[in-house]
């Protein structure tokens, strides 16, 4: 499925511009343009209506990558809402196409409640805690703790905390420990 690699979003006062590339054409080739479709909804509608109509195409895949308000939202639908958030979660449902389970997913998604779950996310204040990835090491010095990187493929590790890679919530980082290291692996707080 392709979708699109997302670098930046501006909103104007009556357009939106997306700064992105398509996942599968090499090489990616970045540009930004004006995405008449969210620029009609942010005349018609709205900034808050926009803004929920951006953070559903991240919620729905089209959009991926990218750090900002909506890519920062979907970790808060995830993580602060997570039970709330999982009647709606299109990758928890698995009617088929034209049945009538399939309409109510249909409904749901173009539901009021989950416009609330979305503005609710996309308001949401992050704490300043963040949380490091670290395991115990010996080597020649005796032992010491070193923290993880975070890749695309793998976890290198620095000896520097604040090198680390930094996550907003505890689950988060701990979803990020490969299976076979959860024993070994642990997570604390950045002080």
């Known amino acids: 499925m392709s979708y699109e690699k997302v670098r930046s979003i501006k909103i104007t006062e009556d357009k939106v511009f997306v700064n992105c590339a398509c996942n599968n054409v090499r090489p990616l080739t970045y540009s930004t343009e004006e995405y008449p479709y969210f620029s009609k909804i942010l005349q018609e509608k709205g900034r808050?209506?926009?803004?929920?109509?951006?953070?559903?195409?991240?919620?729905?895949?089209?959009?991926?990558?990218?750090?900002n308000k909506f890519s920062k939202a979907l970790k808060v639908l995830r993580y602060v809402f997570g039970e709330e958030y999982k009647k709606f979660n299109w990758r928890n449902h698995n009617a088929k196409w034209g049945t009538p389970e399939r309409e109510e997913e249909e409904k749901l998604i173009k539901s009021e409640a989950f416009n609330d779950i979305l503005k609710k996310a996309l308001d949401y204040k992050f704490p300043k805690e963040k949380f490091v990835i670290?395991?115990?090491?010996?080597?020649?010095?005796?032992?010491?703790?070193?923290?993880?990187?975070?890749?695309?493929?793998?976890?290198?590790?620095?000896?520097?905390?604040?090198?680390?890679?930094?996550?907003?919530f505890e689950e988060e980082a701990k979803d990020s420990i490969f299976e076979k290291f959860k024993d070994v692996w642990k997570v604390e707080v950045l002080e």
């Not at 991240?58 to 991926?64: M, R, V």
């Not at 993880?148 to 520097?160: A, E, I, N, P, Y």
Request: with cysteine; glycine share 10%; aromatic share 12%.
């Open 48 to 67: 808050e209506a926009v803004e929920i109509a951006l953070l559903k195409t991240y919620e729905g895949g089209s959009f991926q990558q990218g750090t």
């Open 134 to 168: 670290f395991k115990n090491h010996s080597s020649y010095c005796g032992d010491c703790k070193i923290y993880g990187k975070s890749c695309l493929t793998c976890m290198k590790w620095v000896s520097r905390k604040d090198k680390a890679t930094k996550f907003d």
